[in-house]
């Protein structure tokens, strides 16, 4: 990965535009492959992502909900109804739009029975819902995600924060696996948004913990 950013940033450099002519790279890293960027050397990545202008997806806050709701011109776009979107979808993205996706064209009939279903969705490991989400999230195809999030769960109580080098250096014990390789999948966890950062510790998100926790003890 590292050779192909490297010469994809060589190419760009040596176009020769016209005044006015520009060119924009996209890469998409998938989330199994984000333990593969956050393994390269710290200084060439951040220079990368610097000079590439990296675009970061965070999860949805109150506030964007909230926008949400007001551009749709429902009724309960209100403060309490952003929150309770909020707590019931974690911020994630694919799951507000399949929360959205039903019943679009009266959407703010039954939305008080639209989470609740969603909620029923995400406590079945085998639902359609909870699938997807995990899906997204990299956990049916990067290998060591289920295992490393089995064991934060293990060591992570809930809303629990604790030091990110002690948390990689007990999961590295754990899953024998060497601490860097650990410390980039837990940068790849938290650039997912399953993982929260205070002040240099890490907790799980707790939307993610009560949908991926589950599925992974069954694995």
Do not use: C
């Not at 909900?65 to 776009?77: I, K, Q, T, V």
């Not at 289920?146 to 604790?162: F, K, N, V």
């Not at 938290?190 to 907790?203: F, H, M, N, S, Y």
């Amino acid at each position: 990965m590292s050779d192909f950013a490297k010469d994809a940033f060589d190419t760009l450099g040596q176009l020769d535009l016209a005044p006015g002519q520009w060119v924009r790279l996209v890469v998409l890293v998938s989330a199994e492959k984000l333990p593969v960027w956050f393994g390269l050397p710290d200084g060439d990545r951040l220079q990368w992502e610097s000079q590439g202008g990296a675009a970061v997806l965070y999860r949805w806050s109150v506030d964007a909900l909230r926008r949400r709701l007001a551009e749709m011109d429902l009724p309960s776009a209100s403060e309490i109804a952003a929150e309770e979107i909020a707590k019931a979808t974690g911020g994630y993205s694919i799951l507000i739009e399949s929360l959205f996706s039903v019943g679009t064209a009266k959407p703010d009939i039954k939305l008080a029975a639209r989470l609740k279903t969603l909620a029923s969705h995400l406590a079945d490991p085998a639902s359609e819902t909870a699938t997807a989400f995990r899906s997204a999230l990299g956990m049916d195809t990067w290998e060591l995600a289920r295992p490393l999030y089995q064991t934060l769960a293990s060591l992570l109580g809930e809303d629990e924060y604790a030091d990110e080098d002690q948390l990689a250096a007990l999961a590295s014990e754990e899953l024998g696996r060497a601490a860097p390789e650990i410390r980039s999948a837990l940068l790849a966890l938290e650039r997912l948004g399953i993982l929260d950062r205070r002040a240099g510790q890490l907790a799980l998100e707790p939307l993610a913990r009560r949908v991926l926790a589950p599925a992974a003890d069954n694995q």
